[in-house]
């Protein structure tokens, strides 16, 4: 018997959203975190670090502006938020329950077992295959 098992649709989010920062410098995502480490280069080390564990999720960057509705309507199951964007992020009517808030010091180390190891725990909760 084969098992079909789907993918799991994760956005990592980079940027907040345009509905809770006017700043225009701060539309660039919070100074700090592109001081800490590269979220390209995060979000490659998180994708590497998933396909070597096997698991069916897909990793894709941000590109709506922190935008729950629109990610939602992409069809992105979780939200992984880089630090610095927990007051900044308009989730909306995006399930909370999906949405994931790196912590400073893991984002900083790059350290993605500890994103691995959430992510695994918001999808058994919600049961998302």
């Known amino acids: 018997m084969i098992i079909k098992r789907e993918i799991t649709k994760i956005c990592v989010v980079c940027s907040p959203s345009f509905s809770r920062c006017f700043n225009p410098i701060m539309m660039q995502s919070n100074a ?28 894709e960057k941000d590109t709506t502006y922190s935008d729950a509705k629109e990610i939602q309507e992409q069809g992105f199951d979780i939200i992984l938020a880089i630090p610095g964007l927990k ?38 909760a919600n049961k998302i295959f």
């Open 32 to 59: 700090l975190s592109h001081v800490i480490v590269d979220e390209d280069e995060y979000i490659a080390l998180l994708r590497t670090r998933v396909e070597s564990l096997g698991l069916p999720w897909l990793i």
């Open 87 to 124: 007051l900044m992020f308009a989730s909306r009517k995006f399930d909370k329950n999906k949405i994931i808030h790196l912590d400073y010091f893991s984002y900083a180390t790059k350290d993605v077992n500890v994103a691995v190891h959430k992510l695994k725990s918001v999808i058994n």
